[in-house]
């Protein structure tokens, strides 16, 4: 009787958290279907593959950095071929055992935002969303402006996106936005004054949440990258060790 007690009682306490775990995925999976926001999506498919395929070399520039070498420490360089392929190696070996170091797409990003709403932000958030401004700053700062510095930081050296059909794409997407600007900016000042103050107000906030979300999501994969980093790491340093510069 006690341990169906006990049973009983975890379950109870276990209900708001399910409840709301299924309220997340409900409420992420409209803004998916209401709000596509398909340039962030695929900028976010583009910049977190490109970042997955650079991370070794990352890692390599911490290296040389920390060790005051010079550019001759980079591709073509065989002790760096043989650190990177370490390195890499130990990332694909991962990814098999745990499934992709970077959730690339909105869905990720949207279920940790939504995860960190408040009941009342919920319900603001939600309803702001549906309006005509809010309408306005989602397409303009969410899908606009967020995938725009998205494709400026894949273009951002030491390591741009190289030439090819993914750089080609983001080129044709950052176009789009430069056209979608120009008819927004018009809407916008024909929004009337209450709506216009509650794009600032709701805006700036759902802004803040998407950063802190985008945080969230960047400190899951930095502790996992470095655990892999900390499993080849003695090889890893005999391989600089002997590198000579």
Same mark, same amino acid.
């Given at each position: 009787m006690k341990n169906a007690i006990a049973v009983l009682s975890l379950c109870s306490s276990l209900l708001p958290v399910l409840a709301w775990a299924d309220e997340v995925d409900y409420i992420t999976g409209k803004l998916v279907e209401e709000a596509p926001l398909k340039c962030l999506d695929e900028a976010l498919t583009i910049s977190n593959n490109h970042f997955r395929s650079i991370l070794p070399d990352l890692m390599l520039d911490g290296a040389r950095d920390l060790r005051k070498w010079g550019p001759e420490w980079g591709p073509g360089n065989e002790n760096y071929r043989q650190a990177r392929d370490l390195l890499e190696m130990a990332f694909q070996d991962d990814e098999v055992s745990n499934g992709p170091l970077l959730d690339a797409g909105l869905p990720p990003l949207l279920h940790t935002m939504v995860s960190a709403w408040t009941p009342a932000q919920r319900t603001e958030f939600q309803a702001f969303l549906k309006q005509k401004g809010g309408r &306005?700053?989602?397409? +303009?700062?969410?899908?606009? %402006?967020?995938? *725009?510095? &998205? $494709? *400026? =930081? @894949? @273009?951002? /050296? /030491?390591? /741009? =996106? /190289?030439? #090819? %059909?993914?750089?080609?794409? =983001?080129? %044709?997407? %950052? +176009? #789009? $936005?430069? $056209?979608?600007?120009? +008819?927004? *900016?018009? *809407?916008?000042n024909l929004l009337p004054k209450d709506q216009a103050a509650q794009v600032e107000k709701a805006g700036a906030e759902l802004s803040k949440s998407v950063k802190q979300a985008f945080g969230t999501v960047s400190q899951a994969y930095a502790a996992r990258a470095e655990q892999v980093f900390r499993a080849v790491e003695p090889d890893l340093k005999k391989i600089l060790a002997a590198y000579k510069p």
């Open positions: &306005l700053y989602r397409d +303009t700062m969410m899908d606009g %402006a967020m995938c *725009e510095a &998205l $494709i *400026e =930081l @894949s @273009s951002t /050296p /030491p390591h /741009p =996106l /190289p030439p #090819g %059909a993914d750089k080609n794409r =983001l080129y %044709a997407l %950052a +176009t #789009g $936005i430069g $056209i979608r600007k120009m +008819t927004m *900016e018009l *809407e916008f």
